[in-house]
């Protein structure tokens, strides 16, 4: 890992992008938060090694000490940030709280007799804006009734020494109520969609042609369709919490035998939640490629989602081209070899060429790189548009989790791994809260969440109808596939 020292200045740049809450007036000035105003802390012999002024490992208690502000000291906000994120691979957020919260008590206990208010009046703010960043960037961790309790108790101290901090206090936390309410309202709005959404649709073509929706049906202009696949793909983004990165990973601390820091206790599944768009995404084209009945139906069909797909890679829309692509790609639309034939799929070609996954994708990773360039100088929020490919942005940081250890030989914490797994995901921080800026269209985007799509054997038989089977494998498949869907009917 020797290229650590430019991916901490990377992050560095891109944490300083990320919007931040007004801080307060007597602290910060009116460009946000001033990385540069307080000393930083050089501390190669408390229990952390640098080189090179960047902080390669320590012991936990000793980050954690590099964690809390003093009088004389904040710390920076690229390692507040890297530290919240790693340190749930070794400890319960509300166990760090409670920890932060004691140093600050005892900071507090061992100032000069009867100069409390000094210190708070020091002090205040600057545990105010740590708990200001661990409020807004992991919300989730406060669904915890102890990481309230926490907050809430040393808020409560810093509270007590001036009328201004109780007014910070109060704001910090009718954010943070606002914040986890809107959260729980989104979870309620998914199981909605969910439960109005019949994931797998048994019986097929029992309506009429005629009087059976499709998606072009729906929305005729593909430009407008990736318009709108964006903003599901932003707002299911923009729920996802980085430490969510981190959980879906954590196995058990080496120094610690009887516990797993989350395997008990998962606050959120957006993540998991965003992956199953994906997979949606992919039945639904491939639903309707397959549903039609007529040959230059299907045509169409695929030629719509070609050019989809198309302006999602023009947009910056990664995901959904992948989707669409994973779903033209599977094997009961592969197979219409008829139907392919009427395409023309030279436009199919480019972009399959554009996401082709040898050379560990080399084409996308190029291609979002450009994205991200464009993003970095865009004038607007159409320009700022990246939406990577998912499943291998957690790909990416599986393996850089993988690849490296947690711990060093010596006990220490190898925070260079950190660096570099903070670098990641918060250059997902930074995509995710671009505001989509197209038009929504409720009557697309209720078809594009809600409708049935076809399960695997569903998509065979249809497919199978729409193209007779050209083998005995495929021939004995449609035979059983016949026979279940028959036996189905009859139950209903």
């Known amino acids: 890992m020797t290229e650590q020292p430019t991916a901490l ?15 307060f007036a007597a602290m910060f000035d009116s460009s946000g938060y001033n990385r540069n105003l307080y000393q930083s802390k050089e501390d190669n012999c408390g229990g952390l090694y640098y080189h090179d002024n960047n902080l390669l490992s320590g012991s936990l208690e000793a980050l954690i000490q590099h964690l809390v502000p003093n009088v004389d000291y904040y710390p920076d906000r690229t390692y507040i940030f890297t530290f919240l ?18 140093l600050c008590i005892e900071q507090q206990r061992l100032s000069e007799p009867g100069l409390d208010k000094n210190w708070i009046r020091k002090i205040a703010p600057k545990i105010l804006q740590l708990l200001t960043e661990w409020t807004e960037t992991f919300p989730y961790d406060f669904r915890d009734e102890r990481m309230m309790r926490n907050l809430k ?10 009328e201004m901090y109780r007014k910070n206090v109060q704001q910090l936390l009718q954010n943070l109520i606002r914040k986890l309410a809107t959260v729980s309202q989104y979870e309620e709005v998914l199981a909605k969609i969910s439960a109005t959404s019949t994931d797998r649709l048994t019986v097929l073509k029992t309506k009429p042609q005629s009087i059976q929706r499709d998606i072009i049906t729906v929305c005729n202009d593909p430009y407008t369709l990736a318009q709108q696949l964006t903003h599901i793909e932003l707002e299911r983004l923009n729920y996802i919490g980085p430490e969510e990165f981190v959980q879906a990973f954590v196995q058990k601390d080496p120094l610690d035998n009887d516990k797993s820091c989350y395997g008990d206790r998962k606050k ?3 993540l998991e939640a965003y992956v199953e768009w994906f997979n949606r995404l992919s039945y639904l084209v491939a639903t309707e490629i397959c549903m039609p009945v007529k040959k230059k139906h299907r045509a169409r069909v695929i030629e719509y ?56 994708f080399y084409n996308y990773r190029t291609a979002l790189r450009g994205a991200a360039q464009r993003s970095l100088t865009a004038h607007s929020n159409r320009e700022k548009i990246v939406i990577p490919f998912f499943s291998l942005l957690i790909k990416d940081i599986y393996f850089l989790n993988e690849g490296c250890a947690n711990r060093l030989p010596n006990g220490h914490v190898n925070f260079e791994k950190f660096w570099e797994l903070a670098k990641q995901v918060s250059e997902f921080m930074t995509w995710k ?13 209720q078809y594009l969440l809600t409708v049935p799509v076809f399960s695997d054997d569903a998509l065979y038989l249809a497919s199978y109808e729409s193209e007779s089977p050209e083998n005995h494998i495929e021939k004995d498949r449609w035979k059983t596939l016949r026979f279940v869907s028959k036996v189905i009917r009859i139950n209903k």
């Not at 200045?9 to 801080?23: A, D, I, K, N, S």
């Not at 994120?85 to 509300?94: A, D, E, K, V, W």
């Not at 395409?343 to 070609?349: G, R």
């Open 268 to 270: 959120t599944r957006n």
């Open 433 to 445: 809260q671009v505001e989509c800026p197209f038009e929504r269209d409720r009557k697309i985007l």
């Open 153 to 162: 108790e040393l808020a409560q101290r810093i509270a007590s020494g001036d």
């Open 305 to 360: 989602f070609i050019d989809v797909a198309r302006e999602c890679f023009n947009i910056g829309n990664f995901n959904s081209l992948m989707a669409i692509i994973s779903g033209m790609n599977m094997s009961p639309v592969s197979r219409l070899k008829k139907t392919w034939a009427k395409v023309k799929t030279a436009k199919f070609d480019i972009l399959e060429h554009q996401m082709d996954p040898s050379s560990n």
């Open 85 to 102: 994120l790693s340190s749930r691979l070794f400890m319960h957020p509300y166990e760090l709280m409670a920890k932060v919260c004691h």
């Open 9 to 23: 200045v990377h992050l560095r740049f891109l944490l300083e992008r990320m919007p931040q809450t007004p801080p």
